[in-house]
Each structure stands twice: as structure tokens, then as C-alpha cells.
């Protein structure tokens, strides 16, 4: 097995115009794994995409491919249809007037004979829409479109796969069967796969890393479970995940704060003095306490609370005055107006 | 999208384009050249005569009136075609296309015999007006079929009224199309010869025309048609500024569902009036006139075997015209709507020069590019023949100055063709360039580009991609510039008059034989004749220029 990275993406920039939307940014994405570039809507995902694939050239920086240099200091080498990496467009772009067959032999060096017949139809299984082998794209529900769409990058065999938020366009419902499903297809046959989105629990559940891009910045390249327990900056911290922010001032021994919930214990050793304080709804515990929420000893007055059915969330107004929102399973949804005791469960972060 | 990126046409497609603007610019370089052949200083004279002011104000008149009832009339048809709750709306958008198939020159004889006393400014008027309204129609009502009908839904439901709609929603988005239609009216009002003439309407092409038949004067002709050159220019450039970014590629999928039609009374009597109208008057005059003019005919018997000879020279020349413009426009509109560059809009633009120059000018400047080869090799025997076909023309040859190698290299390859099918192809095809042009380039306009990446990223090639996606989505749109063009070269009178080869009769030069002797009861046969064969073209073109627009451009993607 060769350990050379499918995509190693060095130093690259690109403006438009005055307007810069990558910075040097640096990703190496190994094969046979699934990398999620993570970031707000106009933050330089789909620019990035599109460099990979392309059909843009960054003004700075490589761009490798399998190990090739595609694209080196503002100079495409490789035009797209040479690069070997597939794409599966937003809107799924199927070829209208092609059959789903057609569309999936597209890619394939021989469109004929006996190996392509036999590759569509793996492929085809694979997306279970055998039967729907001469069915016309405009006949297909969303869903079924995108998986032809990934069938059709699957099928020449790519180096990688790039995947433009592929499930903006279906609801939610749908979103979640065909993701499932084209992951476990592209788990299944190996692929290595680059794929942007600004869902961040669609990152965290597909990717085997997952690369954070903030106004054009990779500002953390991480397994998704690193990247939720130890968030870089603050801002990556609010991305992923819900975060409840508090002020509060790391102690000298530099290992716990005091904020207002509290004493608190710090996952990294900080530097003393006034600091950002985040925690994750789900560390928050509450628990119904009988004090009169006027009194001094009172932690906590819920002030409203959302109901999601398997869970709900429960704003709690602590006793500085300050809002902090909590996850709790739905049996434990206290009344609004009543006191609650907080306590803060397992380390914390904290950003100077 | 893509502000910044740099666009480079590539080479398989660029050299084609380039050839075809090159070929598009030999009626330009004939007019500098035979302009500049007695000096500049000639030049200015000319146009500073006050009789050439007179000729511009009355000739901007003219296209500025039948450009803006051109305009009223055709986004009316479109309305009425796409947005009343009318049965059989396309039929009736079909019938309101028809015009198109009647030449103007032959409406115009049909309103003269009708009502003699419309002679002039407004004769020119109605008859060109009619001719011309489809081309801002058909646009307009593809794009009104296209346009999403949820957006209009939300307007209403934000508190603005039906008419506040139209005006400040609707027509904002669909002026593309209406300036693009403006604009081909606009040329071919200042291309037309055969209304003008038999209005006797003084503009330019009719003393262009003067110029060359009873003075010899070529060089007066030549300074005239270039001052249409710069007038071609200037609308050109004023067109695509109008036209502003609203031309930019598509993104994503879906068309407006649901679309919303008018059944309220008072749409319904406006929309009836308003066909009836532009039936009988764009429609109702000329066949009624025609049809008159056949009952005189019992006098004396048809002849059917000259018409069916005539029918099948038109439609000879009309299918190698419409193919031969198709391969050229191609890769022009290729070009112009994927790769936009100043490359790519500047030969888009070269196109366009043709369209302002009258027939007679181009075809002039064929012949004129078939001597220049003929005289270069020394066929003299041709050379004089072709001298006895058209002597103004060699007035011409002591000011060749064949500068521009390129094109002495194309007029090279035009020698054998004198006289022959090819070089009557090559004249209409410089005329309907820009029609096939526009049609490739707005049907291709229509697809997703993100359709043609997904192509490149399956290792298609540029060339790859064109063949297997581009030209496939566009089909619809390349159909209807070949049937437009074929529609057009069938009723083109001046350059089948000078470059058809000998022996052949059209319906179209039958027709001009028998009117200008003012004999219509011999016209009658082969004008009903020409108008229901082109009728045929004219059908395929309103069909897949607006009817198709209600598919969806790709596919939907509700789960």
C-alpha cells in the first residue's frame, strides 16, 4: 500500500479581485479516508473545492494529487479532466439527456463492452437503483439523483472524491438515509473522499478528519472528537458544537478557573488572569432544588425551556445575571421560575 | 461567481471562432478598402453632405419606431402567449410567429396593392414592424415560460399589487430578452431593403442600392454602408451594456412551477383584441392580399413545374445555408456563452457587423472577394465573367491593398466557388451569422455550467465535454437557429439575386421578378407558395425557441 496522501493541498491562496478568500491554507487528506472541510457559507470551502478540482487556480501555492503536482504558484499544470478527482455538485448535475446508466459510464475510459457493463452495475447495486438502469435523471426523486451523482464520480476509479455539500438541496429527513448511505458506500469501496459542508454534525459524523475553515483560514485540521474536546480558538470551539461562553479568571495554580458557575477545572493548563470560559451544554448538569429563587444561596432560575422530545434544553439565569443554556433529558425538564442547582461535569476549556 | 478568473478560450475552439469572425469581417474590409479608394479626404465629404444627415435622421427614425412598436407588440404576444388563460395558446403563439416567413418586400407588395396610398414613412412602418416583432416575442415569451413563478407569488403575498408585479418584477427580469430582440429588430431595419424600396422610403439601403445599380458610384456605397457599420457598432455595444451581467450563466436547477395565468375579464377581452389585431394586421393583409392576387390567376394556368423548381432551389440553398451558418456559429457561441472574455465577446461582436448591411452590400463584397482570388490566380476567363455579372465592381480592383494576409488567404480558397452553390452559402451565412449566433448562445446559456464541470472532473476534454454535454443540452437551441436561418435564407432576395448560380430560380427571386413588373396575379403562386413552405421552419423555431421552456432545464430535485 502506498502512503503517499491523495491530496496534499500546500500554502495555497487565492483572491478575487481585492477580495481574499483563501489563505494559506495546508491539508494533506490520506487515502481511503474522508476529510470534511468544515465552515460557514462564504468562508472559502467551495473555493477550495473548486481549486482541487480545476475549475479555479489559486493565485499562491501547490496543490499534489496522488502525489503529481497539479497546480504550483498561480499555475494550472493538470487541466481538470486530467486530474483524476470526481465531483459530486451541490445539485447533483446530472446529464438530462442521459440514461442513469449513461450518466454513472460517463467517467469510464470504454463506455461499451462487457467491464463497463459490469462496473455500472456494480455501481448501480451499490446505490440499490438497479432497476432504474434506463430511467431518465428528471424522473428521479432528489435523493435517488444524488446517488447517481456519487455513483457517476465512483465509477472511473478517481484518486478522490469532492463532495459540495451534496445533501443541502434534500430535507432533512431524506438527508440523514442518504448520508448514511453514501457513506457506507464510499467506506465500502475504499474511497478517499473530500467533502465540504457547513453542517457541523455532518462533518463530525462522516469525516475521519475534519478541517475547519474560518474566513478562508484552516484554523484546525482534527479527528472529529479532538476537535469537539479541544477546540483551537474559541471561535472553532463555538462552531463545532454548541458552547456556552462565561467570563471568568484562571487561577494561579493555572488549572481551574473561577467563573459563574463556579470553580471549574481547565482540560489545558492556562495562564492566569481574566479568560473566555467554554463549556458544552451536556456538561452542565441541573437538578431541582427547593431554595426560593430569591435567595442569595440559589445557583440557578430557569427562565424558559424548549421541549425536543428525546431531550430539551433549559435556559437557566445564573446568579450574576448571566443566561447559560443546558441539555437535559426530557424527564428532567424543570417549570420555568423554578431553582435549580448547576454543576459543571468534566474539564472545561479556556481561551485567553 | 468567478470574478476573478481568467478565462482562455481553448485553442480547438478559438481558431474556428476566430475563422468565422474573420469571414464575418471580408464584407467590412471590402467596404474600407473601396470606402478609402479615392482618399480620405472622400470619405468625409461624403458623410458631412447634408444629403447623408438627411439620410441618417430619416434612417434613426425609422429603426427607432419600428424598434420600439416592434418591442410593444412583441412582449404584448408574448404575454398574451404565455400568462392569459387562452385555449390553444400554441397555436396562437405559433400564428403570432408567423410574419417571420413572409418576406418584407412581399408584405410590403401585398399592403401597396391593398391600399396604394400607404406609400412612405408609416407604410415602411407597419410592414417592418410586423416583420420584426417576432424577434423580440419569441424571446420574451421563452423567458416569461422560464421565469420562476414562486418569486411572483411572494411578491403578492409582500403586498404588491398584479400590475406592481409586471412592472417592477417581471419585466426587469425579461429585458434581456427584450433588448437582445431590440437589438436583431433594430439591425434588420437598417439592413431591409425590400420594404423601404417598395415604400419608397429613402433611407440608407435604398441609396446604398442607388449607388451601386445607376450611378456606379461604389465608393459613395461603400461610405454609406460603413456608416451602417458604425451605427451596427454602436447598437451592439449599447445592447450588451444594457444587457449588463444579467446574462450570466445559470446556476442550479429548477423552473418556476405552477406558472400563474390570467383569467380576469378584462385580460381576457385585451389579450383577444390584441391577437386579433396583431393577426390581421401582421398576418390577415398579406395573405388576404396573396390569396386575391392567386383569384386573378384563373385567367391564366399556373406554372406548376417552374414553382416546384423554384420550391426546390429555395430549399436547396436554405439547408446548406442553415448547416453551413450552424458549424460556423457553433463554436462563436460556444465561445462567447462558456469561456467570456474580451476575446470571445469581440469575435461574438464581429458577427454582428453583418447584420446591419443590406443583402445587396454583401453580397457585393462576395463577389467581390471571389474577383480578388479569380484576378490573384489569373483565371481570366472567370475573372471576365465575373466582371460581366457585376462591372461596378471593378472599379474596386487598383484600390486592393491586400494588407491583411489572413483574409487575401481565405479569398484564395473562394475562386473555384464562383458562380457555384458555395458562394451563395457563404454570402447568406455572413447574413444569418448573428441570428444562429444568439440562439446557440442563449440556449446554451440555459443549461448549468456546473453540468459541464461535472463532465471535466469525469475526465471529459474540453472537446469531450462539448460533444457529449454541451451540444447534446443545447440541441433544442441549435435546431432553432438552423430552422431560423433556413426560414431566412429561403425568403433572402439580394444575395440569391447576385450570387445564385446561373439557371436557378427561388421562389424568392420569382417573386421580386414578377412584383417590380408589378404583375401579381404571376406572383400570387409563388408568394403563397414561400409563405407556406417557410411557415413550416417558422413552427420548428417557435416550438423550441419558447414551447420547450417549460420543461425543466435539469432535472428537479423535490424528494
Not at chain 2, 390 to 411: E, R
Amino acid at each position: 500500500m502506498n502512503d503517499t496522501p491523495a491530496l496534499v493541498v500546500d500554502s495555497v491562496s487565492h483572491s478575487f479581485g481585492a477580495l481574499g478568500v483563501l489563505e494559506g491554507v495546508s491539508l494533506a487528506v490520506p487515502r481511503g479516508s474522508i476529510t470534511a472541510v468544515l465552515g460557514p457559507s462564504g468562508g472559502g470551502k467551495t473555493t477550495l473545492l473548486r481549486a482541487v478540482a480545476g475549475f479555479e487556480t489559486p493565485s499562491e501555492g501547490t496543490v499534489r494529487i496522488a502525489g503529481d503536482v497539479v497546480v504550483h504558484d498561480g499555475r494550472s499544470l493538470v487541466p481538470p479532466e486530467r486530474r483524476g478527482v470526481t465531483i459530486v455538485p451541490q445539485e447533483g448535475a446530472l446529464f438530462p439527456h442521459l440514461s442513469v446508466f449513461d450518466n454513472i459510464a460517463f467517467g469510464l475510459k470504454k463506455r461499451r463492452g462487457s467491464d463497463a457493463e459490469k462496473r455500472v452495475r456494480h455501481l448501480l447495486d451499490v446505490i440499490e437503483l438497479g432497476d432504474l438502469a434506463d430511467a431518465r435523471p428528471s424522473s428521479l426523486s432528489g435523493g435517488m439523483q444524488q446517488r447517481v451523482a456519487l455513483a457517476r464520480a465512483l465509477a472511473p476509479s478517481p484518486a478522490l472524491v469532492l463532495l459540495d455539500e451534496p445533501f443541502t438541496a434534500l430535507d432533512a429527513t431524506l438527508r440523514q438515509t442518504v448520508r448514511d448511505e453514501v457513506v457506507a458506500t464510499l467506506r465500502r469501496e475504499g474511497e478517499t473522499a473530500l467533502w465540504v459542508t457547513h453542517d457541523q454534525q455532518e462533518a463530525l459524523s462522516v469525516a475521519d478528519q475534519v478541517a475547519v475553515l474560518l474566513d478562508g483560514r484552516l484554523v484546525q485540521v482534527a479527528d472529529p472528537v479532538t476537535l469537539y474536546r479541544e477546540p483551537a480558538t474559541k471561535q472553532v470551539a463555538q462552531f463545532v458544537g454548541d458552547a456556552v461562553v462565561l467570563r471568568g479568571t484562571v487561577d494561579h495554580d493555572g488549572v481551574h478557573a473561577l467563573c459563574d458557575t463556579g470553580r471549574v477545572t481547565l482540560s489545558r493548563p492556562a495562564v492566569a488572569g481574566p479568560t473566555d470560559i467554554v463549556i458544552r451544554p451536556e456538561q452542565i448538569e441541573i437538578s431541582a432544588n427547593s431554595v426560593d429563587p430569591n435567595s442569595p444561596s440559589c445557583d440557578g432560575v430557569v427562565c424558559s425551556t424548549r421541549f425536543f422530545g428525546h431531550d430539551g434544553i433549559v435556559d437557566v439565569r445564573l446568579a450574576s445575571g448571566f443566561v447559560v443554556s443546558v441539555r437535559v433529558h426530557a424527564t428532567l425538564l424543570p417549570a420555568v421560575g423554578e431553582c435549580v442547582d448547576v454543576r459543571v461535569n468534566g474539564p472545561v476549556l479556556a481561551f485567553a | 461567481m468567478n470574478v476573478g478568473r481568467r478565462v482562455r478560450v481553448p485553442a480547438p475552439l478559438a481558431l474556428p471562432a476566430v475563422a468565422a469572425a474573420v469571414i464575418a469581417l471580408i464584407p467590412a474590409f471590402y467596404l474600407a478598402t473601396q470606402a478609402f479608394a479615392r482618399g480620405a479626404g472622400n470619405v468625409w465629404d461624403e458623410i458631412f453632405q447634408s444629403r447623408t444627415w438627411d439620410l441618417i435622421v430619416r434612417s434613426t427614425w425609422l429603426t427607432a419606431v419600428v424598434t420600439a412598436a416592434s418591442i410593444v407588440v412583441g412582449t404584448v404576444g408574448a404575454w398574451v402567449t404565455t400568462r392569459v388563460a387562452l385555449p390553444g395558446r400554441a397555436v396562437l403563439l405559433v400564428l403570432f410567429a408567423l410574419p417571420l416567413a413572409i418576406p418584407s418586400y412581399l408584405s410590403a407588395f401585398a399592403w401597396i396593392s391593398w391600399q396604394p396610398g400607404l406609400e412612405g414613412f408609416w407604410g415602411a412602418v407597419i410592414v417592418l414592424t410586423c416583420a420584426c416583432y417576432p424577434y423580440v416575442m419569441l424571446p420574451v415569451a421563452a423567458a416569461l415560460r422560464g421565469l420562476d413563478s414562486t418569486q411572483e407569488d411572494v411578491a403578492r403575498s409582500l403586498g404588491r399589487t398584479q400590475r406592481q408585479v409586471m412592472w417592477g418584477l417581471v419585466l426587469p427580469q425579461v429585458r434581456p430578452s427584450i433588448t437582445a430582440g431590440g437589438l436583431l429588430v433594430a439591425l434588420y431595419v437598417l439592413s431591409d431593403f425590400g420594404a423601404v424600396a417598395a415604400m419608397r422610403y429613402e433611407t440608407f439601403t435604398w441609396v446604398i442600392y442607388g449607388a451601386y445599380r445607376a450611378g456606379f458610384n461604389p465608393s459613395r456605397a461603400a461610405i454609406l454602408s460603413l456608416v451602417l457599420v458604425a451605427a451596427a457598432l454602436i447598437l451592439v455595444t449599447l445592447e450588451s451594456r444594457a444587457r449588463g451581467r444579467a446574462g450570466a450563466v445559470r446556476i442550479g436547477s429548477g423552473v418556476g412551477r405552477n406558472r400563474r395565468n390570467t383569467a380576469s375579464p378584462r385580460a381576457v377581452v385585451g389579450a383577444v383584441v390584441a391577437s386579433l389585431s396583431i393577426i390581421g394586421v401582421g398576418l390577415g393583409v398579406p395573405v388576404v392580399s396573396v390569396i386575391s392576387w392567386l383569384g386573378r390567376e384563373t385567367q391564366r394556368s399556373v406554372p406548376w413545374a417552374d414553382v416546384r423548381g423554384a420550391i426546390l432551389d429555395s430549399f436547396l440553398i436554405g439547408l446548406l445555408t442553415a448547416i453551413a451558418t450552424i458549424l460556423v456559429a457553433l463554436p462563436v457561441g460556444i465561445a462567447a456563452s462558456r469561456y467570456r472574455s474580451r476575446f470571445s465577446s469581440a469575435v461574438e461582436r464581429s458577427t454582428y457587423v453583418t447584420h446591419a448591411l443590406p443583402g445587396i452590400v454583401i453580397a457585393i463584397s462576395v463577389v467581390y472577394a471571389g474577383i480578388v482570388g479569380i484576378a490573384a490566380s489569373r483565371y481570366r476567363s472567370r475573372f471576365s465573367s465575373a466582371v460581366e455579372r457585376s462591372t461596378y465592381v471593378t472599379h474596386a480592383l487598383p484600390g486592393i491593398v491586400i494588407a491583411i494576409s489572413v483574409v487575401y488567404a481565405g479569398i484564395r480558397l473562394l475562386r473555384p466557388w464562383y458562380q457555384k452553390l458555395p458562394l451563395l452559402v457563404l454570402g447568406q451565412l455572413l447574413i444569418f451569422l448573428p441570428l444562429a449566433v444568439a440562439a446557440i448562445r442563449n440556449s446554451i446559456e440555459q443549461s448549468s455550467a456546473r453540468i459541464e464541470e461535472a463532465a471535466k472532473s469525469l475526465g471529459a476534454g474540453t472537446m469531450a465535454t462539448i460533444r457529449r454535454v454541451t451540444v447534446p443540452l443545447a440541441l433544442p437551441g441549435i435546431g432553432a437557429a438552423a430552422a431560423l436561418t433556413m426560414l431566412n435564407a429561403m425568403k433572402e432576395l439580394p444575395t440569391t439575386l447576385l450570387l445564385r448560380p446561373t439557371g436557378w430560380e427561388t421562389l424568392a427571386t420569382s417573386i421580386w421578378k414578377y412584383s417590380t413588373v408589378s404583375d401579381y396575379s404571376a406572383v400570387g403562386p409563388y408568394a403563397l407558395t414561400l409563405m407556406i413552405v417557410t411557415a413550416v421552419p417558422t413552427a420548428i423555431v417557435t416550438s423550441l425557441t419558447v414551447l420547450r421552456v417549460s420543461r425543466p432545464s435539469s432535472p428537479g430535485r423535490q424528494g
